[in-house]
Nanobody
Framework: QVQLVESGGGSVQAGGSLRLSCAASTFTSYMGWFRQAPGKEREGVAAISIGTGRTRYADSVKGRFTISRENGEDTLYLQMDSLKPDDSAMYYC??????????????????WGQGTQVTVSS
């Protein structure tokens, strides 16, 4: 069983930055960030291969968000810059051993955190 605890969410104005953290009881082969806004489906934001460092981003966040990991501390990060109101959502950390995890589809991920809220005002 993998436990994931997110932190770092909050309220920020458009153009601002936030850094989300996810403390994992242990890393799995792939880790990712997802988000879900009210009335919308959960969508993949970014994922990373822990072993190779290979990353994948949703088109909507490319160039603005950066996923990274601190292997020694089993902590996953999501640096979010140039935030937009459309980025407002509950953000979830997720973990999996599925080799297709970089497709950024939620059903590829087995373990989920409770989420941290991000609100971006215009």
């Amino acid at each position: 069983q993998v436990q994931l605890v997110e932190s770092g969410g909050g309220s920020v104005q458009a153009g601002g930055s936030l850094r989300l953290s996810c403390a994992a009881s242990t890393f799995t082969s792939y880790m990712g960030w997802f988000r879900q806004a009210p009335g919308k489906e959960r969508e993949g934001v970014a994922a990373i291969s822990i072993g190779t460092g290979r990353t994948r981003y949703a088109d909507s966040v490319k160039g603005r968000f950066t996923i990274s990991r601190e292997n020694g501390e089993d902590t996953l990060y999501l640096q979010m810059d140039s935030l937009k109101p459309d980025d407002s959502a509950m953000y979830y950390c997720a973990a999996t051993a599925d080799p297709l995890a970089l497709q950024l589809t939620p059903n590829r991920f087995r373990y989920w955190g409770q989420g941290t809220q991000v609100t971006v005002s215009s």
